[in-house]
């Protein structure tokens, strides 16, 4: 099962991230100095993905424009030996062959998935949510294109949560055959406490069929009245098997005031240029409180 394609949605209004998400796309949020798309898109070449469609919508050009080269900037830097900054600019806008399509209205994620079908032009592809930055040795959606390869089958990626946020999630009903992998028997859009049949959510990354699409199209929306790609998910297992990979990593769930915090702390520690200065400013604050 070759991927060659990724699909990031990145059409989401960022409610969670209000009053900022106003004006400035939630997938445009810097984590010290590049925006969080910028770590999803990396992830995807690192797996070896050399054609991204990025699924856009109302609000949301500077990601278009953040991708692109700029010209004007470029030859200012040029102009003042900013060589280093010039090569970090330049090498931004040719990262990878990027295209978008524009979702009109949110109307789910199962939607904005919808919008992939031309591009991905019956092959199998990687979805990578645009608010999920995972940090680890190997690729985060590689880990799950080694399982759909294995197996010959979809995959989702998952982690554990702790138990009082399950209804956050979609929540996966599953049998355990390895350490960190699970062959799908339900999944569960954001259940209650009660209902949740485990505390493994998916999370966002997925490696999908491209049958999904037609199943997509037969969906009635689901939670919040948007088409669920959990509920599509759980009509393909009825045909197939799935299965579900917990993601070797450290995830960060950005489009939380807490998680984009945390991310830009943690990811700034892991900077050489910046390890000692940000753990003086942590050991002054903390003795400030």
């Known amino acids: ?115 992939a079908e031309k591009h991905v032009n019956g092959e199998p592809f990687a979805v990578l949510l645009g608010d999920d930055i995972i940090v680890s040795e190997k690729p985060g959606i590689q880990q799950l294109i080694e399982v759909a390869n294995k197996y010959s089958s979809p995959v989702i990626g998952v982690e554990k949560v702790p138990w009082e946020i399950v209804n956050r999630y979609g929540i996966v009903d599953g049998t355990q055959i390895d350490n960190d992998l699970y062959e799908v028997r339900d999944l569960i859009e954001k259940p209650s406490l009660e209902e949740a049949p485990s505390n493994i959510a998916i999370i966002g990354r997925y490696v999908l069929p491209p049958e999904i699409f037609g199943i997509l199209k037969k969906t009635p929306p689901g939670k919040g009245g948007e088409l669920q790609l959990t509920d599509a998910l759980r009509i393909l297992v009825s045909e197939r098997k799935i299965f579900a990979k917990r993601i070797s990593g450290k995830r960060y769930d950005v489009g939380t005031r807490l998680g984009f915090i945390r991310a830009n702390i943690e990811l700034g520690l892991l900077r050489q240029d910046l390890k000692e200065q940000i753990n003086a400013l942590l050991k002054e604050l903390v003795r400030e409180v």
């Open 1 to 115: 099962m070759k991927i060659r394609k990724a699909v990031i949605p990145a059409a989401g209004l960022g409610t969670r991230m209000l009053p900022i998400t106003k004006s400035m796309p939630k997938e445009m949020l810097p984590i010290v100095d590049k925006p969080v798309i910028h770590y999803v898109v990396e992830e995807a070449i690192r797996a070896g993905i050399d054609d991204i469609l990025i699924i856009t919508g109302k609000g949301k050009r500077a990601i278009e424009d953040y991708f692109d080269r700029s010209f004007e900037l470029e030859y200012y830097l040029r102009e003042k030996g900013k060589l280093e900054e010039l090569k970090q600019v330049e090498e931004i806008g040719e990262m990878v062959d990027i295209y978008y399509v524009r979702q009109k209205k949110p109307l789910g994620l199962g939607d904005a998935i919808l919008h």
